[in-house]
């Protein structure tokens, strides 16, 4: 498990489930299993269900009676239980972001550590590729991802270099991206700058940000009263959108109240002040230290 992905913040997220040993509970982002098993260490008669889009997670199924893992997007939440028969559920783990492996693997083109071909699908039976988003948007799509995803203020120079690379050949691989970078990234650090450009075409070709929002409208729906929810996040546009979900049950600006008093929202902050993990689980896992734990339950 270990060598596939280390779990982050496992005591914080289980202790935020509350879990009942007879209760029904989702693991969203099953992975390695890591907080999987510490679910099901908690469990007497109760049941998991778990999802990852992923194939390659498939081999880390947990034999166990009590568990059952779903090749499937975690956007199908509702329909994946109803066809199980399951109408209300006791709580729901997600763990978001990518694992361990596929940034160490390298071979799937998540990182710039590896020169390998630009592909970024979490589900490898969708055309779409990292590669496909290079060659094939405008420079207006491609300014949009970077500004929306990247949080690049001012992405024209950045698309510029892009344009012009790809008129000369295609980009295949990371090490094609790196090179029409260089004018940007030479004499100085770039990691982070690379970090979210790569993180920014990862989100693109995986709908990152569409699926969780299907699946935050979702989770009132499949929860039961008084059922908890908790979400770790690793980047600022995915806590901003749990945040503003759990406070206020949509995803539209803040301030838009309106003169007519809001819904009461479906669910309600447990921990007031976001989570994040103790300085010896960063010590021990330095890419834990982005990430941010957040608990609701069900009103």
């Known amino acids: ?16 489930l509350n879990i009942s040993p007879e209760g029904i509970y989702v693991d969203l982002t099953f992975g390695g299993g890591g907080h999987s098993r ?9 049941r998991l269900i778990a999802f990852d889009q992923d194939a390659e997670s498939l081999k880390n199924r947990l034999d166990d009676k009590r568990f059952l893992l779903l090749q499937q997007n975690f956007r199908f939440l509702k329909y994946n239980l109803k066809y ?10 997600a763990d978001l972001g990518v694992s361990s492996h596929h940034f160490d693997e390298g071979g799937r083109g998540f990182t710039y550590r590896a020169d390998a071909v630009l592909d970024m699908r979490m589900n490898r039976e969708q055309e779409l590729t990292a590669a496909d988003i290079l060659n094939s948007y ?20 950045l698309v510029s270099l892009l344009v012009r690379a790809r008129e000369t050949a295609p980009f295949r691989t990371a090490g094609d991206l790196l090179a029409a970078l260089r004018p940007m990234t030479k004499g100085g650090p770039a990691n982070r700058f690379l970090s979210r450009l790569f993180q920014a075409l990862r989100i693109e070709v995986n709908g990152e940000m569409e699926s969780l929002k299907e699946m935050l409208m ?18 600022s546009l995915e806590d901003r959108l749990v945040k503003q979900f759990i406070r206020t049950g949509s995803f539209g600006p803040a301030e838009e109240t ?7 929202p479906p669910l309600r902050a447990v921990n007031r002040k976001v989570i994040t993990p103790a300085a010896e689980e960063t010590g021990k896992n330095p890419r834990a230290r982005s990430a941010k734990l957040r608990i609701a339950e069900k009103i």
């Not at 405008?138 to 120079?157: D, V």
């Not at 309106?258 to 009461?264: A, C």
């Open 1 to 16: 498990m270990s060598s596939y992905h280390i779990p982050v913040m496992v005591g914080e997220s289980v202790a935020g």
């Open 218 to 235: 979702q989770v009132p729906q499949v929860l039961r009263k008084g059922g908890r929810l908790v979400v770790i996040s690793y980047h």
């Open 258 to 264: 309106g003169p007519v008093e809001r819904e009461q």
């Open 138 to 157: 405008t420079p207006a799509e491609l300014e949009r991802l970077f500004r929306e995803y990247a949080e690049i203020k001012h992405p024209e120079r």
């Open 38 to 46: 510490a679910i099901l260490s908690k469990l007497k008669g109760g």
């Open 84 to 93: 199980l028969g399951i109408g209300e559920v006791d709580g729901i783990l």
